[in-house]
Each structure stands twice: as structure tokens, then as C-alpha cells.
């Protein structure tokens, strides 16, 4: 009995392959989704407030992708905060763009939803007037690293026993 539109693969046509999907602003109604996309594929867990107060704080640069093909289904999220730090002369703060997370659904990798999240969100956090954009990820997170190496970010230092099981960080920046 099947209809053709049962049995119709789903065809990504665009050769930009992020073009398929929906970025938008992250809002309140979000966040379980969110949470859901980050424990799946992530190990760092965040309590609810956190998010919640990323979202208050910083609501211009949490950005979520979401899937018009299957409910509008969030995919993938990006969200970041503003680092201050004081400066040599303590005149003034030093303020960094800090990537806090961005995960992408396993079944919607590669279709560069990442990298379209990342260029979306860099100008809104910019917006705070940063130095640069800074971040920590796993020493074995190659996929990542790459991602993030394409996007010209550099590899700062290394952040030992960096996570809570004793991996090693890179510390990546990128200047504005
Ligand atoms: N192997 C090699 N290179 C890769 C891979 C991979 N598995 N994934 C991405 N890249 C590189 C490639 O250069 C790719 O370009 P290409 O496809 O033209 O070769 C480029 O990154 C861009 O890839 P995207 O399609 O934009 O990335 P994607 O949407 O698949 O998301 C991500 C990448 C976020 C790292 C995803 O794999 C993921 O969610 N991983 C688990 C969560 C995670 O590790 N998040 C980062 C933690 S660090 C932090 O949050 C600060
Ligand atoms: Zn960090």
C-alpha cells in the first residue's frame, strides 16, 4: 500500500548541503531539545540554569538548526559567552568571544551545519566589542579540530587534564 512519498529518499540537492536546514535563534521552548542534542553527543553535561542563563545572558549567539523535513526536529545548537578578563594595566577588561558548545546530531553531520552555525554566530557575539574568539576542545576530537582549524582558529596552548577524565585541551583562538 505504500505511496510514493513514503518510500521518497530524502535528497539533499543544494551543493551548499547546510541549506537544507533552518539556523535560528535559540529560545526558552528550545532548550529541552538542546539538552537532548548535547547529551547524546557530547560527555560535557550542563544543568538546565545553565543553559537557561546562557540563553538570558548571551541569546544573540545561541543559535539552533533545525531539520524542515522531519518537524522542524533541532539538529544541532551553538552557544557562547563573554570571557572578561582584566588587562596588564587593570585599566580596562580584555573581553574574549568564549565558545561554550556546539553539537551536531550524528545522523546530520557532515552536511556543514557546524560551519554554518559558527558563521552565523561569530558577528553576534562579536557584537560585544571581543578580542578574539576562544575555545577548548578535546586533544583526540579530530573531527572538531578540523572544523575549527578551517575556520582559522589556531592552536593557542595545550590545557592539561583539561577534562574531568584527564584529557588533555587544545586552547584555540582566532582573533577578530
Ligand atoms: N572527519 C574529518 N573532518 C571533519 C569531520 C570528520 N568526522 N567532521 C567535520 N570535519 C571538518 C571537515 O573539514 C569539514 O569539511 P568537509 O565536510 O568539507 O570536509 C569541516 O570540518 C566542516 O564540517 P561540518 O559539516 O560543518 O561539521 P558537522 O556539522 O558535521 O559538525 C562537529 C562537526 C560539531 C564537530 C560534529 O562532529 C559533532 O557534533 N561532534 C560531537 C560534538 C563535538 O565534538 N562538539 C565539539 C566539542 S568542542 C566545543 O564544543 C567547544
Ligand atoms: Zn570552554
Same mark, same amino acid.
Given at each position: 500500500?505504500?505511496?510514493?512519498?513514503?518510500? $521518497?529518499?530524502?535528497?539533499?540537492?543544494?551543493?551548499?548541503? #547546510?541549506? !537544507?536546514?533552518?539556523?535560528? *535563534?535559540?529560545? /526558552? =521552548?528550545? %532548550?529541552?531539545?538542546?539538552?537532548?542534542?548535547?547529551?547524546?553527543?557530547?560527555?560535557?553535561?550542563?544543568?538546565?540554569?545553565?543553559?537557561?542563563?546562557?540563553?538570558?545572558?548571551?541569546?544573540?549567539?545561541?543559535?539552533?538548526?533545525?531539520?524542515?523535513?522531519?518537524?522542524?526536529?533541532?539538529?544541532?545548537?551553538?552557544?557562547?559567552?563573554?570571557?572578561?578578563?582584566?588587562?596588564?594595566?587593570?585599566?580596562?577588561?580584555? $573581553?574574549?568571544?568564549?565558545?561554550?558548545?556546539?553539537?551536531? #546530531?550524528? !545522523?546530520?553531520?557532515?552536511? *556543514?551545519?557546524? /560551519? =554554518?552555525? %559558527?558563521?552565523?554566530?561569530?558577528?553576534?557575539?562579536?557584537?560585544?566589542?571581543?578580542?578574539?574568539?576562544?575555545?577548548?576542545?578535546?586533544?583526540?576530537?579530530?573531527?572538531?579540530?578540523?572544523?575549527?582549524?578551517?575556520?582559522?582558529?589556531?592552536?593557542?596552548?595545550?590545557?592539561?587534564?583539561?577534562?574531568?577524565?584527564?584529557?588533555?585541551?587544545?586552547?584555540?583562538?582566532?582573533?577578530?
Amino acid at each position: 500500500m505504500g505511496t510514493e512519498k513514503q518510500f $521518497k529518499p530524502k535528497i539533499y540537492t543544494d551543493p551548499d548541503k #547546510s541549506s !537544507d536546514f533552518v539556523i535560528r *535563534r535559540c529560545t /526558552t =521552548k528550545d %532548550l529541552d531539545a538542546v539538552i537532548e542534542v548535547n547529551e547524546a553527543e557530547l560527555p560535557e553535561d550542563y544543568p538546565y540554569f545553565f543553559y537557561k542563563s546562557i540563553l538570558d545572558h548571551y541569546p544573540e549567539s545561541f543559535l539552533v538548526a533545525t531539520d524542515p523535513h522531519n518537524k522542524n526536529k533541532i539538529v544541532g545548537y551553538i552557544m557562547w559567552r563573554i570571557e572578561k578578563t582584566p588587562t596588564l594595566s587593570n585599566l580596562r577588561l580584555d $573581553k574574549k568571544g568564549h565558545l561554550v558548545s556546539i553539537a551536531i #546530531s550524528q !545522523d546530520y553531520r557532515r552536511k *556543514r551545519i557546524a /560551519t =554554518k552555525l %559558527l558563521k552565523k554566530s561569530m558577528p553576534a557575539i562579536r557584537t560585544n566589542g571581543i578580542s578574539s574568539y576562544v575555545l577548548e576542545v578535546r586533544i583526540s576530537n579530530y573531527s572538531a579540530i578540523e572544523l575549527y582549524k578551517k575556520l582559522d582558529f589556531k592552536v593557542d596552548r595545550i590545557k592539561e587534564n583539561y577534562y574531568r577524565d584527564g584529557e588533555n585541551a587544545y586552547y584555540m583562538v582566532k582573533k577578530v
